[in-house]
């Protein structure tokens, strides 16, 4: 009877933490730099421009970490941004959004009409200034940079 006590817990506590977790699929995403600087025109909010491909094993982990968090924190720093997500053949092609390097997962923010601002990026690493590894450094980042544009 324990045994089952004990499983039984696990599955609601398993489910419980899930089931307030955004996964990365269902979050709304730019999916183009020009979509996103037309929104940007009437809202006046910068672009956050994520960047991965399909097969890279740290965008998958990235991605992951969406489905693990229950908390409201991205969603929050994300209403100060177009936020957008450019996958594979997607990328762009402007040295702009490849400041240290083509490394990927990189996040670079630019203003209003598209132009990467390099500046906003890890001050604590000497390289990958743009990656950030999971949904709270992520987070961290939009929010840092949010103020630092005045949003």
Same mark, same amino acid.
């Given at each position: ?7 039984? !817990? *696990?599955? *609601? &506590? ?30 006046? $909010?910068?672009?956050?421009?994520? *960047? !991965? ?6 965008? /998958? ?6 489905? $693990?968090?229950?908390?409201? $924190? ?8 177009? *936020? ?8 762009? $092609?402007?040295?702009?959004?490849? %400041?240290?390097?083509?490394?990927? %997962?990189? !996040? ?7 132009? %990467?601002? %390099?500046? &906003?990026? #890890?001050?604590?690493? #000497? ?12 987070? !961290? ?5 949010? /103020?630092?544009?005045?949003?």
């Amino acid at each position: 009877m324990s045994k089952l006590f004990i499983f039984a !817990t *696990i599955c *609601i &506590i398993a489910f419980i933490s899930t089931a307030f977790a955004k996964p990365f699929d269902k979050i709304k995403w730019f999916t183009s730099i020009d979509s996103a600087t037309d929104a940007a025109a009437e809202n006046g $909010k910068p672009l956050m421009v994520l *960047i !991965t491909k399909e097969y890279c094993g740290a965008c /998958k982990n990235l991605k992951a970490s969406f489905a $693990k968090d229950t908390s409201d $924190k991205f969603d929050e720093a994300a209403e100060n941004f177009n *936020i957008v997500h450019l996958a594979d053949d997607a990328e762009p $092609k402007s040295a702009g959004f490849r %400041p240290d390097g083509g490394y990927i %997962p990189r !996040t670079i923010f630019a203003d209003v009409n598209g132009k %990467p601002l %390099p500046e &906003i990026k #890890q001050t604590t690493r #000497q390289q990958h200034q743009y990656f950030y590894h999971d949904v709270n450094s992520l987070t !961290t980042a939009m929010n840092s940079a949010a /103020k630092t544009l005045g949003q």
